[in-house]
């Protein structure tokens, strides 16, 4: 009997086993992470519009606290787990954001938007290793991580994420496709949209009624802001996701130092000893030119604009390439067990050489400013040159005792910008140049002035002094002039204030 007429009997199958089932490829990320990528790739296109083609103000404000909630968000949403730093780095980037919206100085939200963006960027490196300690011995390198390797190593997780909704289930899925087709056809309906409108008056006129009018200006904005959006979406999402895990090893920042640290003391002597004999030729060459600064008596044969202004930037500028040689000769200089003892020496030299000339820098602009009252720009210089003080001294204490001078100079840098923006600087500046306006030592309130003096300036016009009556009223035109030439996404508070206080 065969096999065919016994079907009991089991027979060696030749044919092929099945084909397992193709297991479904895993998404890049998660559903919500992937909207989040899709409303991301037109915070470019914002920033672009909002801080560089336009006056960054209030609506630029909001836009940096939207994108702070968004992420405070997406960081919930993934039961992200943080360090007790990153709710104070949270919230300094919420105040300083806060900050656009209010002041109407130029240097001022500039300053903001910087420490702004900073801390967003450590809050988001504290959100991600709760194990961080915060400032510490290798804060460059952490920095450097949390504002540059982060976002760059993650630039394509928005692009990644976006287009991983074509691999979601059922509504997901089909709502990825239907979103992503409307990115792809917006530039092709942009196009024929300016041809048609070319072409026919008639059409373009009912666009005109309908939208507003079209151009290619928000498309190439928006193609031009993606790289922003993928930045900053890198940010985010190594915040809240398992890859791209940042580096915060100790050990291996200290490797990595290591590995630079290439040159002998005797090349670092010899780098430094030609810029320590010009400081001390320089130093006993104009003595009695110093002496005259820190004591506010004129030396001969210069008046007092000349003697304030002459050398003042250029001894700033000397104060920062000094701070840049103490960084490369602390970087580059080799160690024996951790320790220098050439390197101690000449950060203690170049410490006091570079204090010695802001104090003289200072001096100069204490005299220049009681001769010819204040303006911004000497405040903003006196600030900065404060903060560079402050770095010195806190270089030239860590040299002779361990503390964590980091910390301190990162709380004393931010407590002075707080303070610097939110003080109301420019209010204070016209407040002190009026006693120098009725005295007659100054005729006019300082050009550049901001609304932030409104209320100052608004107190001036009717005064019985006719000197500060007619400068307050100049300053008040000048100030209602560039108010108005503003878009109301420029203006901040301090413009709104200053409408109601001139009118």
Same mark, same amino acid.
């Given at each position: 009997?065969?096999?065919?007429?016994?079907?009991?009997?089991?027979?060696?199958?030749?044919?092929?086993?099945? %084909?397992?089932?193709?297991?479904? *490829?895993?998404?890049?990320?998660?559903?919500?992470?992937?909207?989040?990528?899709?409303? =991301?790739?037109?915070?470019?296109?914002?920033?672009?519009?909002?801080?560089?083609?336009?006056?960054?103000?209030?609506?630029?404000?909001?836009?940096?606290?939207?994108?702070?909630?968004?992420?405070?968000v997406l960081a919930k949403l993934r039961k992200a787990c943080g360090s007790k730093y990153s709710k104070t780095y949270f919230t300094l980037s919420a105040v300083f954001s806060l900050g656009i919206g209010i002041s109407s100085s130029g240097t001022i939200r500039f300053m903001d938007f910087c420490f702004a963006a900073l801390f967003?960027?450590?809050?988001? =490196?504290?959100?991600?290793?709760?194990?961080?300690? $915060?400032? $510490?011995?290798?804060? =460059?390198?952490?920095?450097?991580?949390?504002?540059?390797?982060?976002?760059?190593?993650?630039?394509?997780?928005?692009?990644?994420?976006?287009?991983?909704?074509?691999?979601?289930?059922? $509504?997901?899925?089909?709502?990825?496709?239907?979103?992503?087709? /409307?990115?792809?056809?917006?530039?092709?309906?942009?196009?024929?949209?300016?041809?048609?409108?070319?072409?026919?008056?008639?059409?373009?006129?009912?666009?005109?009624?309908?939208?507003?009018?079209?151009?290619?200006?928000?498309?190439?904005?928006?193609?031009?802001?993606?790289?922003?959006?993928?930045?900053?979406? $890198?940010?985010?999402?190594?915040?809240?996701?398992? *890859?791209?895990?940042?580096?915060?090893?100790?050990?291996? +920042?200290?490797?990595?130092?290591?590995?630079?640290?290439?040159?002998?003391?005797?090349?670092?002597?010899?780098?430094?000893?030609?810029?320590?004999?010009?400081?001390?030729?320089f130093f006993f060459s104009q003595l009695s030119y110093f002496i005259s600064a820190f004591g506010g008596v004129l030396p001969e044969k210069f008046s007092a604009s000349e003697y304030a202004r002459r050398g003042f930037f250029e001894l700033c500028a000397v104060a920062v390439i000094n701070l840049l040689v103490i960084a490369a000769?602390?970087? =580059?200089?080799?160690?024996?067990?951790? *320790?220098?003892?050439?390197?101690?020496?000449?950060?203690?030299?170049?410490?006091?050489?570079?204090?010695?000339?802001?104090?003289?820098?200072?001096? *100069?602009?204490? /005299?220049?400013?009681?001769?010819?009252?204040?303006?911004?720009?000497?405040?903003?210089?006196?600030?900065?040159?404060?903060?560079?003080?402050?770095? +010195?001294?806190?270089?030239?204490?860590?040299?002779?005792?361990?503390?964590?001078?980091?910390?301190?100079?990162?709380?004393?840098?931010?407590?002075?910008?707080?303070?610097?923006?939110?003080?109301?600087?420019?209010?204070?500046?016209?407040?002190?140049?009026?006693?120098?306006? %009725?005295?007659?030592?100054?005729? %006019?309130?300082? %050009?550049?002035?901001?609304?932030?003096?409104?209320?100052?300036?608004?107190?001036?016009?009717?005064?019985?002094?006719?000197?500060?009556?007619?400068?307050?009223?100049?300053?008040?035109?000048?100030?209602?002039?560039?108010?108005?030439?503003?878009?109301?996404?420029?203006?901040?508070?301090?413009?709104?204030?200053?409408?109601?206080?001139?009118?």
């Amino acid at each position: 009997m065969t096999c065919e007429e016994n079907p009991s009997v089991s027979m060696t199958s030749t044919e092929p086993a099945p %084909e397992p089932a193709a297991q479904e *490829k895993k998404p890049f990320c998660s559903l919500s992470e992937s909207i989040f990528a899709l409303v =991301f790739c037109f915070t470019g296109y914002f920033f672009i519009k909002l801080f560089l083609q336009n006056e960054c103000g209030i609506a630029a404000s909001l836009f940096l606290l939207a994108t702070l909630t968004a992420s405070t968000v997406l960081a919930k949403l993934r039961k992200a787990c943080g360090s007790k730093y990153s709710k104070t780095y949270f919230t300094l980037s919420a105040v300083f954001s806060l900050g656009i919206g209010i002041s109407s100085s130029g240097t001022i939200r500039f300053m903001d938007f910087c420490f702004a963006a900073l801390f967003f960027a450590m809050w988001a =490196f504290a959100l991600n290793n709760p194990e961080w300690q $915060g400032f $510490g011995r290798n804060t =460059f390198n952490s920095v450097t991580e949390a504002v540059c390797g982060v976002s760059t190593r993650n630039f394509t997780a928005c692009p990644k994420a976006a287009f991983s909704l074509f691999r979601r289930q059922s $509504g997901a899925k089909n709502a990825g496709y239907a979103v992503i087709g /409307l990115l792809l056809s917006l530039p092709v309906t942009i196009i024929v949209c300016v041809l048609l409108v070319s072409a026919d008056d008639g059409f373009g006129d009912m666009l005109e009624k309908i939208t507003g009018g079209i151009s290619l200006d928000g498309f190439w904005t928006f193609i031009f802001g993606l790289p922003v959006s993928f930045l900053l979406f $890198g940010i985010v999402y190594a915040a809240v996701s398992a *890859k791209g895990k940042l580096r915060t090893d100790e050990a291996l +920042f200290e490797e990595r130092s290591e590995r630079m640290r290439i040159a002998p003391s005797a090349l670092i002597c010899a780098f430094t000893a030609p810029l320590c004999v010009v400081y001390v030729l320089f130093f006993f060459s104009q003595l009695s030119y110093f002496i005259s600064a820190f004591g506010g008596v004129l030396p001969e044969k210069f008046s007092a604009s000349e003697y304030a202004r002459r050398g003042f930037f250029e001894l700033c500028a000397v104060a920062v390439i000094n701070l840049l040689v103490i960084a490369a000769i602390n970087v =580059f200089c080799r160690r024996v067990d951790g *320790k220098s003892a050439v390197l101690k020496v000449l950060t203690v030299i170049f410490s006091v050489f570079t204090l010695i000339l802001i104090a003289t820098a200072e001096s *100069k602009m204490f /005299l220049y400013i009681s001769r010819f009252g204040l303006t911004p720009k000497r405040v903003y210089t006196s600030w900065f040159m404060f903060i560079l003080a402050v770095v +010195f001294v806190l270089i030239m204490i860590s040299r002779f005792k361990a503390f964590p001078a980091a910390k301190v100079g990162a709380a004393v840098i931010t407590a002075a910008a707080l303070l610097l923006g939110f003080c109301g600087a420019d209010g204070l500046i016209a407040r002190y140049d009026v006693s120098l306006i %009725e005295s007659g030592v100054m005729t %006019e309130f300082p %050009e550049d002035l901001s609304a932030d003096a409104s209320l100052v300036i608004a107190g001036c016009t009717d005064s019985e002094n006719t000197m500060l009556s007619h400068a307050a009223k100049n300053c008040r035109n000048e100030l209602t002039d560039d108010i108005l030439r503003k878009e109301w996404y420029e203006r901040t508070l301090s413009d709104y204030i200053a409408i109601g206080a001139f009118t």
